[in-house]
Antibody, heavy 120, light 108 residues
Framework: QVQLQESGPGLVKPSETLSLTCTVS????????WSWIRQPAGKGLEYIGR???????NYDPSLKSRVTMSVDTSKNQFSLKLSSVTAADTAVYYC??????????????WGQGTLVTVSS | SYVLTQPPSVSVAPGQTARITCGGN??????VHWYQQQPGQAPVLVVY???DRPSGIPERFSGSNSGNTATLTITRVEAGDEADFYC???????????FGGGTKLTVL
């Protein structure tokens, strides 16, 4: 059974860097790409970006200047760093597995999500 | 960038059929995927590639895609189906996942 688990600080100060890790089990890690999605309280899903185990990445343009994703295949983990955070970055952050097809990607397994609050 | 439009809310009585729409320019040319998010939980994929269901998703959930509108249909709606539903496509021009704004399904 595929499982994803987010981990990282639940509180980050403004202007600092948010760092989260997603640990994957029950899946062939190297065969997939992996994504981060966030959801501010009471709002919809926001796609942050994707990383493949080759190291290739693609980020949403609105966050691209502040986002870095990385992958550690030896630990079946991938990570998100979001710099210069503000209160607007407060959200539940989800990691998910990307199912890539000829006609595009969808997200077939999701982590439970982790709330990150930006506050001093 | 590609825009998906969903109604904010849909209400239906138990046992009836709910239809949740997702509008987009020539959306029929894209594969549409649907997620159900129950309160306080992570999204779950309920329909992929317009009309396929992942293992474990009831047959009551089905999808269609035509013209400028994709539709998620839930038959014999139950109280437990109350949730937010999101449609999603892949925008080939940007190589990015795009979500609709979400629809809250209320079971009366």
């Amino acid at each position: 059974q595929v499982q994803l688990q987010e981990s990282g600080p639940g509180l980050v100060k403004p202007s600092e860097t948010l760092s989260l890790t997603c640990t994957v089990s029950g899946s062939s890690f190297s065969s997939y790409c992996w994504s981060w999605i966030r959801q501010p309280a009471g709002k919809g899903l926001e796609y942050i970006g994707r990383i493949c185990t080759s190291g290739s990445t693609n980020y949403d343009p609105s966050l691209k200047s502040r986002v870095t994703m990385s992958v550690d295949t030896s630990k079946n983990q991938f990570s998100l760093k979001l710099s210069s955070v503000t209160a607007a970055d407060t959200a539940v952050y989800y990691c998910a597995r990307v199912k890539a097809e000829d006609y595009g990607d969808y997200l077939d397994y999701w982590g439970q999500g982790t709330l990150v609050t930006v506050s001093s | 960038s590609y825009v998906l439009t969903q109604p904010p809310s849909v209400s239906v009585a138990p046992g009836q059929t709910a239809r949740i729409t997702c509008g987009g320019n020539n959306i029929r040319s894209k594969n549409v995927h649907w997620y159900q998010q129950q309160p306080g939980q992570a999204p779950v994929l309920v329909v992929y590639d317009d009309s396929d269901r992942p293992s474990g998703i009831p047959e009551r959930f089905s999808g269609s895609n035509s013209g400028n509108t994709a539709t998620l249909t839930i038959t014999r709606v139950e109280a437990g189906d109350e949730a937010d539903f999101y449609c999603q496509v892949w925008d080939s021009s940007s190589d990015l996942v795009v979500f609709g704004g979400g629809t809250k399904l209320t079971v009366l």
